[in-house]
């Protein structure tokens, strides 16, 4: 697994030599973009607007635009400067948190750590502590010359680290337009959605989902490659148009739902009552 940041962690007196690993990949495919005319590649090149020419990488300096048309212009050497001054410290556990008072918004990018030379029994130190107290550390790093917030907590044995966003990159939730301010839900509503929940509440097995969509394009980029008839992918079941009330949408969620649910269950077939005997006048 591909190193992409060495360095140390530390608690208190103890000082952890680690590396890091991405624990997760980027799956999208990529396409690239031809000339229509005669399928070469399109090149992008980095034109100046006022000298009306190319501009190549010795040409380009970095800039911080304070205002519309001003500029602070940062030299190479300064910001390398200040990447290695805060890149050699120790990253140090600053707090130790319950991971449930953390909400799942704030989370970013996960990361395995592993131990660096001579840092075995310390990560084990710190991987047993963390399972026994029930809590995940927060702490600083600078990867890729941005300063985040992390969290490290243990995952199969091994430890991760989480960068998890500041509070001022999180967009406020009073911000979104057109929430409703008041509930006019009626019960009988609320307890047929809630009888849906049930129905489709499961165990979270992950490798039960799948990316669809990159599936049918593999499939159909395969078919173009080898010549053979493209296939129309299948359309997903929807609802009747004719249910438009909201009752019957959630009604209709739960008969689609049964025939899964209650496959294998043995039911009983309800009597039909016996019909009443007309009085004789």
């Known amino acids: 697994m591909h190193t992409i940041w060495k360095g140390s962690i530390s608690f208190g007196l103890v000082n952890i030599p680690i590396k890091l690993h991405a624990a997760t990949e980027d799956k999208d495919i990529s396409l690239r973009t031809l000339h229509k005319e005669c399928h070469s590649p399109i090149k ?4 100046c607007p006022v000298c009306q020419k ?23 050497n300064e910001l390398e400067e200040l990447k ?23 989370f970013n990018r996960s990361y395995f750590m ?17 399972k026994e107290s029930n809590k995940v550390g ?37 911000d979104v337009p057109n929430i409703p301010a008041n509930d006019t839900i009626v019960k009988k509503e609320i307890d047929t959605a809630i009888l849906l929940i049930d129905q489709l509440t499961t165990t979270f097995d992950p490798t039960k989902y799948n990316d669809d969509y990159r599936t ?10 080898t010549g053979q008839k493209t296939i129309t992918a299948k359309t997903k079941e929807t609802v009747s148009n004719n249910v438009t009330d909201l009752m019957e949408a ?7 739902t049964k025939p899964d649910k209650l496959e294998g269950k043995k039911t009983t077939p309800r009597k039909k009552a016996a019909p009443k005997k007309k009085k004789q006048a």
């Open 54 to 76: 190319e501009v190549g990488k010795e040409d380009i300096v970095r800039a911080f635009e304070y205002t519309k048309g001003k500029f602070v212009v940062l030299e190479d």
């Open 138 to 174: 927060l702490a600083k790093i600078i990867i890729r010359s941005k300063e985040q917030m992390a969290v490290i907590r243990v995952v199969d044995n091994t430890l991760l680290m989480e960068t998890i966003h500041y509070p001022d990159e999180v967009r406020s939730a009073a």
């Open 44 to 47: 992008y090149e980095k034109v």
């Open 114 to 130: 592993s131990p660096n030379d001579g840092g075995i029994k310390a990560y084990s130190l710190l991987r047993q502590a963390l």
């Open 216 to 225: 049918a394009l593999l499939e159909l980029i395969e078919s173009k490659k």
């Open 250 to 256: 959630l009604q209709a969620s739960i008969d689609r």
């Open 84 to 106: 290695k001054q805060n890149e050699e410290k120790s990253v140090e556990i600053m707090d130790f948190v319950k991971i449930e008072e953390i909400d799942p918004i704030y």
